[in-house]
């Protein structure tokens, strides 16, 4: 190959580049590992995450990632070369398989949140939903956003950090003490004719279902859009989905996605069809080859940064394509049945030891809820459930400084009974 | 139709990559779904069951999932068995994508990503049960860090766009912090979309900087447009022409001397790791594509990462939390009152994390250093052997990419796009298509380190046949692929009258 | 010849299964290979290093391995997956093999076989540190002894020939503790291959005894050969037509009168699972095919196990050692002196035990009852919708499978091997061709209980589509297949001069 | 599909057979349970094997089972669905990829060995053996088996099982107490010229390199064929192959094949290309198709039992092809050169530690050797070494009475040498 090329060693490849731009030293990395000594490595970084890091260790944490039971034909699947080692499929004629299931991804994601369009994804929940709030602006051509407190307190911290410099100001509103549901009076306090859009979560952070067709009415009463966000997507199972709604911003991570200290995830932007080309993200169309059979390639890309750049809705590229496959698999193994049956059976399991327990708000919740510690903190809870080698909840105080000594926990299909009445017996 | 069908053998016989099979056709999920059907058992349930509505109120309780597929497991393993070999793949062959860096994704990074204890760590599990994730990140910042030859690095941003965004805010929060955010980012016509997208969404007017007659950023245009109300520019380098930015130091002054910071695209750094760093040649502000230069799989399109890279001077701006050692322990600092806050919820995409880790762990410094070699080596290796049927858009010396106009091939009739679609007759996936803008008719190859000089050569050999085939047959080309279950897909009226879900009929 | 490719899609409409699409090409490893390149990468050595020779004595140093492969790693994963892509799989669809109950093979048995603690268990360890791995293996055990309604379990066999031999042998064990180990085994000339091979490998002639008019054990022609010196009588039931052996309480009354014993091939279990027990109709001892009832995968070609179970007087010969319970402990028996001794190293394959109790536990009793139900009903399904075109080889009720003959066809001038050969152009694995031998060019269809309606009622169209062809066009279906990469091989001349391995031209 | 059949339930399907075959009551095995219920089954089983069973914990035994690193891509090949899901590759046109790679599988095995023809797989070495003595029963006319004392003892068990009853007499012949080679005397005093096949194994059971060329001629001075097992492949990447033998009956498991109890490995029996037709198991060859390609197909199937019957090579049908390509992919990895410095580095480690201990035996080794434990029994010292979380060597008085007090120990390339100091101090 350098004959071809005409030269004698590769460094003449680089000659032409100006001396003072190249390292005159070897990186300082250390050499080469053999695949054993690497699998040893992360083996033993894995082990000092000791408790809650396997699927048979105890944790009661949720709170926007949720450990539940993975099929084991997600893996089998996503680990198919043909999915795994593909690049995004612009190459409509030998990416049908990839074209396929994004396809089959959005008409579930679509009949799950009950709305007319869903993109491929997004990088996750909390980046969907400033994505959806700037979606907003540009229907509505308004820019203020007004957000409930009982969304996620992360998301609305990237909400902030993209918000403040794109000229998009950011209110909050409140909750009820005593339902943890939206605070009705805030909002209508808050809304404006600036307002593009209303973003609650349900359920909320607090595990609260929120009651979307009121605050739907209220949004719309004031030409306000409806945001809604979901981060527990296992309750759409049999929760009813917000319908009303005019965008959804949601995460997939508990289809089948590890909670893998919090990554890679698989958001989702779905709406009502008139936004369709206001969504941000890839879209996947039906259509057909010059044979007649129908085929399904990448659509509107006139929405995206490639063609329209600076004016594209978006500056999303890659997105999370094999996650959001994951989430397929996940909903074509449960299906119809299945996932309601799952959806019982979390909240059955949150129920049983919410029963037990001293609940912090009357709002009806789904998988997770909020307790009181009483006298001892949540911190002190959490050390008692240690000690017995159980991962407790996640202290409120951290986000919400209002809700001291109490604690958010999260049942899923994988908590087992008496490990539930451990905590049980340690709030005691 | 079908009987015309043309096979590639029947074309010419210069097809060696290929033959024809057969291939399992599937309908989609809904169509195959019969009432009743599951795929799924859960556990035995070890606590009274309850019922919905009655928890969670009649209004808020739902009845069903209207239509939602209903498959037994075998239905699942065959569908999505069969639509993935409808797929070409890296691990199929050659992959030559311009600016995606299609490379081999070694499986161990797979396994050590699926490690219960990292694959099962919950992100609010407190820093003491979390202390090998933690290890896991402080490493690769710190590898990161020394392949860039920047003094911080920020795991948060899930894809190079979203990095850039980061790195955008980060520029603007310490102009703020100087008193004057200013106005616009600097863009030079061959750069990727996401970088004027990403200006934009950072709130700042985008300003297209035309390159100069060699492809690169001329610094007497710089000049020329460089002022007070520029925040930075943002410069691809090697660029999208696969060309290093000889003036690069020179770029970084002039913007320095007016208060403007240099923001480096690193999607090619493929082509300068072990070999140059840009905080050595005045860059400021950077990310990486970990699924390209680190090669975690792309996986039809995603999950990534884009890190970002910064000098000391951007440091208090970076997103929070930040790692921080106390004492023997690693902990997640919040406290940080300059920085412009969270691009994402928790800490980033931690599995592609450990992939991208476990691949510097692989090739070690001298490895990653040979492996940059191996890439400009491939690259100039085929640009070289394709120069004398393909015109070459610009004369400089290629990095680890080469781009090719369709100009001669344009005068028989047949573009870029019918090039790469016949490219597929002959058993390889089409390199990147009509990118950069500055070309027209761009036919940009990315071979990668990781090709042999046998795939090459058949790469090679099949661009040379279907150059020949142009002068000889162009309405072939003009109407390929033939060879695939799918062929030309309409994309025109799948715009027109967009059909985005499937519905019951 | 190129252009003259039929296409199933040319030749008729009624293929609905398949379309024809590139499909890699590779050579072989060893014309890939090129010297220096390596795939693989060994850890430091933390011990000095030995010289070969110094150690091991000139005359017992290796110098090389000659014209082993040299490849990269890239090279193997694409060597291996493009090899994959020409195989059909269980996966890919139906895979109607008779006599090889090719159901689906769930994934979760794979995970459970990979467990670390199984996966790396040493048979060496002491059995107090291996309590897991013989819990396993007493569980299964005790599950296969209820299926069969047998008192003992032995899990050593490697498969069901081998499983075959170690009943032969216990027999002989038997027969020999009562003075006289006899002459001959009485094998069905409707048996399977491995039941004579069996017979002759234990030291016993075999004598065949031909079916009745209905394909069944004749009680009168059994009369007339059984005597003294029959040991036993290898009996499969279902029998190789898939019709259950409706005399078998009579065949073992005339044999256990005669002092001999019934073996049961139990190749066809997944017949009679939860509805009918081997042990409750007579049988002595018998074996199982894991890797059919129970689910384990194929793998193309294995592996495979084959569990024996026994009646009591049978138990004391089995091979050792033997699972016993020593207090709260598994403990491994070897003080066995009637044992017919070993007939594997260690305890049998492990790992495929693993999975099929993986599958006993994911049905339970309920379960498999269930699945041999729907076992049936798909083999009945096929035949009612087949009878019409195909003649059926003998009237009695189909059990898991049903078998036609080709004697329409034949007239026409095609027979059974070519139908096979032409279903693959309609996108299935054929049939077992030409077995059982008492049916004339045999067509021989198990379904098994995985396969859904819509998939066999795509398989039944595509054979009644090929029986029309026949009528029409017998010449097409004689030359098929036409849509594989590779169309139908020349096994005569692989036979007449073997070449079984690659050699440096 | 009820009506199609014409029936009104599936309880009809068995109407007609005799009711005293039907079992009327339910298995008495508990109800189906999930995936997830399975995994937290097989993982406590997992547990409680609970030394020496991961990658990471040390064990030094050896004696036919070997702890070696697996290649990632092992199991990614042969997890996909066309190699792990297909059947026996009759159908050649559609098994092109299973064929091909057995043919690769043959290939390489000669390679390996030196021999002209390999099969397909045998179930392992310890049917192999007695398969190879039948085989050289067949090829000499003779009946008369000499099996090496230095041979595995368990495949020694299973040659005498199989033997007993076809009439093949075997005999034993012994080892040198000092060098731990064949007692050559021994052998030449016991061969006659009813001696079909003389059998030794090399590295034999005390890991010691036999003399090939001395046993060959003396078995060939006599008639008989030579029989060479082998046990530990990976002594073929730096020992001299056994090109001198007639029939080669080998283990593959240590080509990343994990122990997994006892199995599945994968057996394998090369020859002479003039012993072809006596062969057992199956063979691949390559031929063409009618279009003129290359392709590959199962052939010489005259010695097969389904088409020979009672007069087939061997009744065995399903062999253990999963396993051959696993060690097909593991040959492909290594190559040539991995392959040599992956046996260099076993030899390096064993040498490391023989070299602390007290060597019974004189002869040269691969990666496994025979120590005396001195005054301490060997099940002193493993209960020792189990303290510390080691799993020690085998104790060969279960198999060699004469051998008290001496220990089989085995070094791989996973064995690190920390763990050997400690091994060492136990017998220090
Ligand atoms: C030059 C360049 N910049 C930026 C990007 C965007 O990166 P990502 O797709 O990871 O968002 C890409 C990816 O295609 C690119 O090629
Ligand atoms: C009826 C019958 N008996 C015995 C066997 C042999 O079983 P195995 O292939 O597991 O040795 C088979 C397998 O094909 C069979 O179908």
Redesign the pocket.
């Known amino acids: 190959m350098l004959d071809t090329i005409g030269i004698s060693s590769v460094e003449d490849l680089t000659s032409h580049l100006p001396d003072e731009v190249l390292l005159h030293r070897p990186l300082n990395i250390a050499d080469g590992k053999s695949e054993y000594e690497i699998l040893d490595y992360f083996g033993a970084r894995g082990a000092e995450n000791s408790l809650g890091s396997t699927p048979a260790r105890p944790s009661f944490l949720g709170a926007g990632v949720y450990r539940h039971y993975r099929p084991v034909l997600v893996d089998t699947i996503v680990s198919r070369s043909e999915f795994l080692t593909s690049y995004t499929p612009y190459q409509a004629e030998i990416a049908q398989g990839t074209l396929t299931a994004i396809f089959e991804f959005q008409t579930m994601v679509c009949q799950l949140t009950g709305m007319d369009v869903a993109n491929a994804s997004m990088y996750d929940a909390s980046t969907a939903v400033p994505e959806a709030a700037m979606m907003a602006m540009r229907v509505t051509g308004r820019s203020h956003v007004l957000a409930a407190r009982g969304v996620h307190p992360e998301y609305r911290e990237v909400l902030h950090t993209y918000a403040k410099y794109s000229g998009m100001p950011v209110d909050e509103f409140g909750f009820s003490g005593e339902t943890g549901l939206i605070d009705v009076k805030d909002l209508e306090s808050k809304i404006t004719k600036d307002t593009a859009a209303v973003i609650l979560q349900s359920p909320n952070f607090f595990g609260v279902i929120e009651n979307v067709k009121q605050a739907a009415e209220i949004a719309h009463a004031n030409g306000a859009l409806l945001v809604v966000v979901f981060s527990e997507a296992v309750s759409l199972g049999i929760v009813e989905p917000p319908r009303d709604a005019d965008i959804v911003a949601g995460e997939l991570q508990s289809f089948a996605i590890p909670p893998s200290y919090g990554g890679p995830f698989a958001g989702v932007i779905a709406c009502k069809e008139k936004f369709i080309r206001q969504i941000p993200g890839r879209l996947v169309g039906e259509t057909k080859d010059d044979k007649g059979n129908r085929a399904f390639c990448l659509t509107l890309a006139t929405r995206e940064q490639h063609i329209r750049r600076e004016k594209a809705t978006s500056?999303?590229?890659?997105n999370q394509a094999l996650i959001a496959l994951m989430a397929t698999v996940y909903m074509s193994v449960y299906g119809k049945q299945g996932l309601r049956e799952l959806a019982v059976q979390n909240l059955s399991k949150a129920q049983y030891l919410a029963g037990k327990l001293n609940r912090r708000f009357t709002g009806a919740t789904f998988n997770e809820f909020v307790v009181s510690t009483g006298k001892k903190s949540a911190a002190q809870v959490n050390s008692e459930l240690e000690a017995k080698g159980i991962v407790g909840g996640l202290d409120l105080e951290r986000f919400y400084p209002e809700l001291k000594n109490t604690m958010l926990l999260c049942c899923t299909e994988m908590s087992k009974r008496d490990h539930m009445d451990q905590v049980a017996q340690v709030f005691a | 139709m079908a009987t015309s069908v043309k096979h590639p053998l029947d074309v010419n016989a210069s097809v060696k990559k290929v033959r024809s099979h057969i291939s399992q056709n599937e309908q989609l999920l809904f169509e195959i779904s019969s009432p009743g059907k599951i795929g799924y058992q859960l556990p035995q349930l070890d606590v009274p069951a309850v019922d919905p509505a009655a928890v969670l109120g009649a209004a808020n309780a739902r009845t069903e999932i209207e239509s939602f597929p209903e498959v037994s497991e075998v239905d699942v393993i065959r569908h999505f068995t069969r639509l993935s070999t409808w797929n070409y793949a890296i691990d199929l062959g050659m992959y030559p994508l311009g600016?995606?860096t299609m490379k081999y994704n070694p499986r161990v990074n797979e396994a050590a990503a699926r490690v219960d204890g990292l694959a099962w760590a919950h992100p609010y599990q407190p820093d003491h049960l979390s202390q090998g994730a933690m290890e896991v990140m402080a490493e690769l910042e710190k590898c990161l860090a020394e392949i860039t030859g920047m003094d911080a690095v920020t795991l948060q941003p899930a894809?190079?766009?979203?990095?850039?965004h980061t790195g955008i805010l980060l520029v603007r929060a310490y102009l703020e912090a100087q008193g004057n955010p200013r106005k616009k980012i600097l863009v030079p016509d061959s750069?990727?979309g996401?970088?004027p997208a990403t200006a934009h969404m950072a709130g700042y007017s985008v300003e297209n900087v035309a390159s100069n007659d060699r492809g690169m950023v001329d610094t007497e245009t710089l000049l020329r447009v460089v002022n007070e109300d520029v925040a930075a520019m943002m410069v691809?380098n090697p660029n999208?022409l696969g060309v290093f930015e000889e003036h690069i130091a020179d770029v970084a002054k002039i913007l320095h001397d007016k208060g403007c910071l240099l923001y480096m695209?690193g999607?090619?750094m493929n082509a300068l790791t072990g070999i140059s760093r840009p905080g050595d040649f005045g860059v400021d502000v950077m990310?990486l594509?970990l699924?390209?230069t680190f090669s975690t799989p792309h996986g039809g399109g995603?999950p990534?990462s884009?890190p970002v890279a910064v000098k000391k001077i951007l440091e208090p701006f970076l997103p929070l939390p930040r790692l921080k050692r106390e004492g023997d322990q690693w902990a997640w600092e919040y406290n940080r009152p300059d920085s412009v806050g969270r691009v994402r919820a928790f800490y980033g995409n931690f599995g592609v994390l450990v992939r991208a880790l476990a691949y510097i762990m692989a090739h070690g410094g001298p490895g990653l250093r040979r492996a940059t070699y191996d890439a400009l080596l491939n690259a100039n290796y085929i640009r070289k052997r394709m120069e004398p049927y393909y015109e070459i858009a610009y004369k400089d010396p290629s990095m680890h990419e080469c781009v090719f106009s369709d100009a001669r091939q344009k005068k028989l009739g047949v573009d870029t796009g019918s090039i790469a679609k016949r490219l597929i007759d002959y058993g390889f996936h089409p390199y990147t298509v009509s990118f950069p803008l500055i070309v027209h008719g761009a036919l940009m190859i990315e071979p990668t380190e990781t090709e042999s000089k046998r795939e090459m050569d058949l790469f090679v050999d099949a661009m040379i046949a279907i150059a020949k085939e142009i002068e000889e047959d162009p309405e072939t080309v003009k109407h390929a692929p033939y060879s695939t279950r799918t062929s030309r897909v309409d994309e025109v009226t799948a715009a027109r009258k967009p059909i985005v879900r499937w519905k019951t009929t």
Do not use: L
């Open positions: 500056n999303i590229c890659t | 600016s995606c894809a190079g766009a979203h990095g850039e750069a990727h996401t970088n691809t999208t695209d999607a090619n990310h594509n699924h390209k995603g990534g884009g």
